[in-house]
T-cell receptor
Framework: EAGVAQSPRYKIIEKRQSVAFWCNPI?????LYWYQQILGQGPKLLIQ????????DSQLPKDRFSAERLKGVDSTLKIQPAKLEDSAVYLC??????????????FGPGTRLTVL | AQSVTQPDIHITVSEGASLELRCNYS??????LFWYVQSPGQGLQLLLK??????LVQGIKGFEAEFKRSQSSFNLRKPSVHWSDAAEYFC????????????FGTGTQLKVEL
């Protein structure tokens, strides 16, 4: 079974530029998550989708971050414009159901973003 | 709000030695607890999880963890560490009614000396 795929794996941009990350979850997984992992910290949930609807985006900086999950499968996360503090690893995860914490999350390899 | 504390930022052990990584949580009810491992350039992999029942849970790669409600702890253990266990380890908590949102600790970086 293929895991969660993410691209690109690395991205370097200048501040104020825009950037987009792509995630393809495990086939059949209803729920998709985007996490931000800043160096030295644990992952922080940015947004959670159930199929193509948003379940939780309370920690997404909506003035510069946006995410969509068209057709309930792939998802893109965009930052526009980027700031220095956005330098982090962006992790995508998926889970089979949309239920509670008993539903195991499977993580992709992440995209490492460096903002100069 | 729930929180997770991993008091050790770095731990170094010799190969073959035993390992214990500490995790303390803060939550008013019974939490759902997880340990994940992250190798360089890789995503997080679930080692084990605790939802209810037996407080000693077994995971993959020979790891186990014990839930102690009185100490609000969920420490990860392994009797004999292998060089391939060198990685970063994250403890996380999920809560009832919180969807599937996980709150992670800051991680413990494990180094294994040969």
């Amino acid at each position: 079974e293929a895991g969660v795929a993410q691209s690109p794996r690395y991205k370097i941009i200048e501040k104020r530029q825009s950037v987009a990350f792509w995630c393809n979850p495990i086939s059949g997984h209803a729920t998709l998550y985007w996490y931000q992992q800043i160096l030295g910290q644990g992952p922080k949930l940015l947004i959670q989708f159930q199929n193509n609807g948003v379940v939780d985006d309370s920690q997404l900086p909506k003035d510069r971050f946006s995410a969509e999950r068209l057709k309930g499968v792939d998802s893109t996360l965009k930052i526009q414009p980027a700031k220095l503090e956005d330098s982090a690893v962006y992790l995508c995860a998926s889970s089979f159901r949309a239920g509670g914490p008993t539903d195991t999350q499977y993580f992709g390899p992440g995209t490492r973003l460096t903002v100069l | 709000a729930q929180s997770v504390t991993q008091p050790d930022i770095h731990i170094t052990v010799s190969e073959g030695a035993s390992l214990e990584l500490r995790c303390n949580y803060s939550y008013g009810a019974t939490p759902y607890l997880f340990w994940y491992v992250q190798s360089p350039g890789q995503g997080l992999q679930l080692l084990l999880k605790y939802f209810s029942g037996d407080t000693l849970v077994q995971g993959i790669k020979g790891f186990e963890a014990e839930f102690k409600r009185s100490q609000s702890s969920f420490n990860l253990r392994k009797p004999s560490v292998h060089w391939s266990d060198a990685a970063e380890y994250f403890c996380a908590v999920g809560i009832t009614g919180g969807g599937n949102k996980l709150t992670f600790g800051t991680g413990t970086q494990l180094k294994v000396e040969l």
